[in-house]
């Protein structure tokens, strides 16, 4: 059996498929061919790809600051759609560390390991979830802030075109999702046409920009909720089967003392 995550990003392609390899009971078959090896190759792979994770994010960093630095059109273009390559390539990336933290998790419940050694699985599985819990709230944290700073842009070049226009409508232009008609109208009313038009269709792309972001941050939301669980529900696994373990040396001792 082989595990497929799709996940999307806010390019315009439809998804991207990340695959994980075949699946063996529940686990992800590698090297050693036994429960430990197959679980510590796994979470290696882990560590490594949210490290390429870390370095996606600066580089999507450093694209969004040339996008709010850029005055050329055809730049602007050219940035956007490499930053929504490597968007959608990090989120098919984070997809699949979720997927194989998930396959991790699932050790602690396998009967056939013993107790110890799965407390060791769902310790060392719950701390890399948290790691991963902490990258999901950096990137999200990155991504509004360069919306915020997309909207005071937008609101800037606005105001070229309607420099009488009040906070609200700005705000409302900005938010509407008829935004494309409200600067439309703002350029008939310009003096100024030829940058009028040109502000238009910054402004449109922008506008564009902040709707995909703004969607990006929303998934990252759901996701790091749905990660902290993982974490709530691999500490009530590993405090049961301490519990358990507790339980057997008790007995164990009092067989012993009889």
């Known amino acids: 059996m082989t595990a497929v995550v799709v996940a999307v990003g806010y ?5 991207t498929a990340i695959e994980l390899g075949p699946l063996d009971n529940g686990h992800v078959v590698g090297g050693g061919g036994y429960p430990d090896g197959r679980f510590f190759n796994l979470l290696d792979g882990v560590v490594r790809q949210m490290s390429q994770i870390d370095e996606h994010i600066g580089l999507i960093a450093n694209l969004h600051e040339q996008a709010l630095a850029v005055t050329s059109e055809s730049k602007y273009r050219q940035i956007s759609s490499d930053r929504d390559q490597l968007v959608a390539d990090t989120n098919g990336m984070i997809a699949g560390v979720k997927q194989n933290l998930e396959i991790l998790a699932r050790t602690a419940d396998d009967p056939t390991i013993p107790k110890e050694q799965r407390v060791l699985h769902a310790t060392r599985q719950q701390t890399q979830a948290k ?5 999901l709230q950096r990137y999200r944290q990155m991504e509004y802030q360069y919306s915020q700073r997309n ?3 937008l609101e800037r070049q606005y105001r070229i075109a309607r420099p009488d ?3 609200e409508e700005v705000a409302s ?3 509407s999702d008829q935004a494309g008609q409200v600067f439309a109208q703002s350029v008939m009313h310009s003096s100024c046409i030829g940058d009028a ?6 402004v449109e792309e922008r506008q564009a920009d ?5 969607k990006t941050i929303s998934e990252l939301a759901q996701m790091f909720v749905e990660v902290s669980e993982m974490v709530n529900r691999q500490q009530d696994v590993i405090d049961s089967i301490d519990t358990a373990v507790e339980e057997t040396h008790v007995h164990v001792d009092s067989g012993r003392k009889e």
């Open 197 to 202: 038009r040109r502000v238009l269709r910054d």
């Open 11 to 15: 390019s315009d392609r439809e998804d």
């Open 131 to 135: 790691k991963f819990s902490e990258q």
């Open 173 to 175: 232009a900005i938010d």
């Open 165 to 167: 226009a009040s906070d």
């Open 151 to 153: 909207r005071e842009r």
């Open 210 to 214: 902040i709707k995909k972001i703004d």
